[in-house]
């Protein structure tokens, strides 16, 4: 839309996260939306690479008969089926549908920061397959071949088909209902619910001292993901806010169903991923973590629990509270220090 030439200045009250009446999105001040430059800066803070995290003591493991069980490789090469192309989608949907639909300058500027992110996470996936060696090809295509992986990247997929519509725009309640579904499947499903049996795993694999600096990649990529839920859902409240007629009682009861659906795909693909367990993890310690986290995303943005299973991993409870404090991995010695070090 061209600019239109004026002495007057932007009205913060007309700025919306979507439908922004004469949204300038170029203007990023005057600011409304808070959370989303405190965002941005906390994702420069903890800026990462990949390529920083020593992997020698990986390889020797990895290369060793006696370090890692079949179950565990397996497990390993699992879980990096699933998060190779994660993220992708995680990018394709902020970069294609966020960044275009949303008319807020300062969420604009936090999503370029999360799309960076995403191609980090998805480099240090890559980074992980080259340093052990593994077969490219079988790990990034088994999103196509593992029926569980399938079954939730589908999943996800199927709701961006309308929203990535070159003609699809909001403005209509129908069209701003779609929207907003798709904000709460990609960021409370995908990136609430669907990375978290394989951090549990990654953590299980540090918790027994394998593999640290594959887990210590995935631990940088825990911390900028429950960021990006954080932002998801502090845009999803918002919305509430600011489009009420939005959130009916028919619209919360199909998000509930949406998201238990979610929390049965990731349940899925744990237990037959894991079909005996792996690190004294068992298939119904994953159905209660799942179940449990899923309750925590319900709850963010005002839905009612659905489960109310206790927590069977306490030790992964703080990083899905998104706690804030340091030394969060209790566990973890290193001497790692540049701008991004694991400071939460
Ligand atoms: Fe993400």
């Known amino acids: 839309m061209p600019i239109k030439k004026t002495n007057e200045k932007v009205d913060i009250n007309k700025r919306r996260i979507i439908n922004g009446e004469d949204a300038d999105v170029i203007q990023l001040y005057p600011m409304k939306h808070k959370f989303a430059w405190d965002a941005y800066l906390?994702?420069?803070?903890?800026?990462?690479?990949?390529?920083?995290?020593?992997?020698?003591k990986d390889i020797e493991q990895w290369k060793s008969t006696s370090v890692l069980s079949e179950d565990e490789r397996k497990a390993l090469k699992t879980v990096l089926g699933f998060f190779t192309t994660a993220d992708s989608i995680a990018a394709n949907n902020v970069a294609l549908a966020f960044y275009k639909h949303i008319?807020?300058?300062?969420?604009?500027?936090?999503?370029?920061?999360?799309?960076?992110?995403?191609?980090?996470?998805?480099?240090?996936?890559?980074?992980?397959?080259?340093?052990?060696?593994?077969?490219?090809?079988?790990?990034?295509?088994?999103?196509?071949?593992?029926?569980?992986?399938?079954?939730k990247d589908n999943f996800i997929l199927s709701f961006n088909e309308g929203i990535f519509n070159p003609n699809f725009k909001t403005g209509t309640l129908e069209n701003d209902q779609k929207f907003l579904e798709n904000m709460i499947v990609f960021s409370i499903i995908l990136e609430g619910i669907f990375f978290y049996s394989s951090f549990a795993v990654m953590f299980g694999f540090q918790r027994q001292n394998k593999m640290v600096g594959s887990a210590e990649?995935?631990?940088?990529?825990?911390?900028?993901?429950?960021?990006?839920?954080?932002?998801?859902?502090?845009?999803?409240?918002?919305?509430?806010?600011?489009?009420?007629?939005?959130?009916?009682?028919?619209?919360?009861?199909?998000?509930?169903?949406?998201?238990?659906?979610?929390?049965?795909?990731?349940?899925?693909?744990?237990?037959?991923?894991?079909?005996?367990?792996?690190?004294?993890?068992?298939?119904?310690n994953f159905r209660q973590y799942i179940e449990h986290i899923a309750d925590?995303?319900?709850?963010?943005?005002?839905?009612?629990?659905?489960?109310?299973?206790?927590?069977?991993?306490?030790?992964?409870?703080?990083?899905?509270?998104?706690?804030?404090?340091?030394?969060?991995?209790?566990?973890?010695v290193t001497e790692y220090k540049v701008g991004g070090a694991l400071d939460w």
């Open 42 to 56: 906390a994702g420069n803070a903890n800026h990462w690479l990949p390529t920083e995290i020593g992997m020698q």
């Open 103 to 151: 008319s807020s300058p300062e969420c604009r500027m936090y999503i370029l920061r999360q799309s960076y992110e995403e191609a980090i996470h998805t480099h240090a996936y890559q980074y992980i397959v080259e340093s052990l060696a593994l077969d490219e090809g079988e790990i990034f295509n088994m999103y196509r071949e593992v029926e569980a992986i399938y079954n």
């Open 217 to 284: 990649q995935i631990q940088y990529i825990m911390r900028d993901e429950s960021q990006h839920l954080n932002f998801g859902i502090n845009m999803i409240n918002t919305i509430k806010e600011e489009q009420p007629e939005l959130w009916t009682k028919e619209f919360q009861e199909k998000m509930i169903k949406l998201i238990k659906r979610g929390a049965e795909l990731e349940i899925t693909f744990a237990q037959e991923v894991f079909p005996k367990g792996i690190f004294g993890m068992n298939s119904e």
């Open 296 to 332: 925590r995303r319900l709850q963010r943005i005002g839905l009612p629990e659905q489960y109310n299973t206790p927590n069977p991993f306490p030790w992964m409870s703080e990083a899905i509270d998104l706690s804030k404090e340091k030394n969060f991995f209790e566990t973890r």
